[in-house]
């Protein structure tokens, strides 16, 4: 075997250690790969085992086409514009530069940071998320995850959308845009997300708007008990937000909630 020349082994290493640097080449990033809701996948998980929506802090950012990140905490909302993303130093992790709160077009000296490091699947799209740093976000150091459809529809899914029947076999049902049927009735509803004002956090509570009107509020709790679902009326419309201590329907599921 012949043994290499020196300028071939240079040639080499040189060959060698440009392949290595366009290996790791920090890969930009597209900000529409960040496009969707994203949420806490630890609250979710809690939601998915208590099944309780009041399981931690229900936390939602979203990527939006036309640039924003909108915020929310389902007791207060807002939204910034995106103006620039960067790379950094490290493998994944970008700087997204943001305006203030609600400011189309931000001057430069309302700009902040937002370090985003992001988790790439086999295939290269991106798959989770964790804040480092945020002017937006409460939460930070954890990871985020995408979901299809807004939190609270998604905690719908989670805990309540399905068929039931009480105790003389008339059926409920909730579906997973929050339309639900009972007997002799029928109504659209939303999942209440916001704790500010709940007296009893072990309950889910639901909102109606009976007749489209919002001097029509309803409010029902519901909570699992031994594979069964409650149905609880408010127990008062003044104070904070509890439920009478009797369910008014006890309801076994004949088509159960799916995520």
Known sequence: MTTPRPRNILTYLILLS?????????????V??????????????????????????PESIAFTPDGRITWTNFHEGSWVKIV???ATDTADVYRLSVGRWEEEFPKDTEIDAMILKVRRDASGKISGLVVLESP????KDEPLIRIPVPLDLYVNGLLLAGTYTDEKGAEYSF???????WPGMEFTYEMLLDAVEIDERDTNYIITTHGGHRKNLNWYGFKWREGKLELFRRKSH???????????????PTKPPRP
Do not use: N
Request: proline letters at 4%; hydrophobic letters at 40%; glycine letters at 8%.
């Open 18 to 30: 440009a392949i290595m640097a366009v290996g790791c080449e920090k890969k930009p990033l597209d």
């Open 32 to 57: 529409r790969e960040l496009e969707g809701i994203w949420v806490r996948e630890q609250y979710v998980e809690a939601v998915r085992a208590t099944k309780r929506a009041f399981s931690g802090l």
């Open 84 to 86: 620039g993303v960067r």
């Open 136 to 139: 937006i976000t409460e939460s």
């Open 175 to 181: 579906d997973k845009s929050c339309h639900a049927r």
């Open 238 to 252: 003044d104070g904070p937000i509890a439920c009478e201590a009797k369910p008014f329907a006890v309801l076994t």
